[in-house]
């Protein structure tokens, strides 16, 4: 099924559905808000700025009413704007994806990574923290080679920290599973380099890696929700 097809609350279905699978079973109404833009920015952008900014209305309008998520039963309140999938909405994701189209060939994979996507993509790849992966120099990643791998700095406030790191999971999800056709074995050119499904596992391992061996300073960013430098400050 052509994601042109579904309905603007099926699209949030499996943008919460793909949260469900890649972090908890309970997200934020934030969460669904960026995975959501993430995965369909035409539908949940911002009007002429779809490409930089979600459209958080758009989000939350079809979660709450009786034709959004919560009034087909698929979305249940755990928590203040916290949520889980029903029984029901999961065998309904499942479904939906089962019927998504499968990727196709190379031209096809460079064709469902828009320029923004394969822009990001590039930066993953060429970042200090991926170079020191593929060399073998993990252990050399300081935290501010992680700043630069998530596109963050150590000013950066929570907001902008969980989209980041919401992108960049979904970016890298995205990508693997195309790579993962069998027409799309020899990777994906980047530039002057070429990308190798091998080479996005390992980002996708770092990124996971990263995330825990920098927990405590990240923690710090996730407790300042303004742009303003909190009184802790971050070890690099």
């Known amino acids: 099924m052509s994601s042109d097809k579904l309905t603007v609350p099926e699209k949030l279905l499996i943008a919460a559905f793909e ?7 309970t997200f934020t109404a934030e969460d669904l808000v960026v ?12 009007s002429g700025y779809s490409d930089r900014y979600p459209d958080s209305n758009r989000v939350l309008t079809n979660i709450m009413g009786t034709k959004g998520m919560r009034g087909k039963g698929w979305l249940r309140k755990v928590g203040e704007k916290q949520y889980r999938l029903t029984p029901t909405a999961l065998n309904e994701a499942e479904r939906l994806a089962a019927h998504q189209e499968a990727p196709g060939s190379v031209s096809q994979l460079r064709a469902e990574l828009d320029r923004r996507a394969t822009a990001a993509l590039e930066r993953l790849a060429t970042s200090a923290a991926a170079r020191k992966a593929f060399t073998e120099q993990s252990e050399a990643i300081s935290f501010y080679d992680a700043c630069g791998f998530w596109d963050i700095t150590v000013r950066s406030n929570a907001n902008t920290l969980v989209a980041r790191l919401n992108d960049t999971g979904v970016l890298l999800e995205r990508v693997a599973a195309l790579l993962d056709d069998k027409s799309n074995a020899d990777g994906l050119k980047l530039g002057n380099m070429n990308v190798t499904k091998k080479q996005v596992e390992q980002l996708r391992a770092l990124h996971v890696d990263m995330q825990q061996r920098f927990k405590s300073d990240l923690d710090v960013l996730r407790e300042r929700t303004d742009e303003r430098v909190g009184k802790r400050r971050v070890r690099l």
Request: net charge positive; hydrophobic share 30%; glycine share 6%.
């Open 19 to 25: 949260l469900h699978q890649r972090a908890s079973p």
């Open 35 to 46: 995975s959501a833009w993430t995965k369909y920015p035409d539908t949940f952008g911002l």
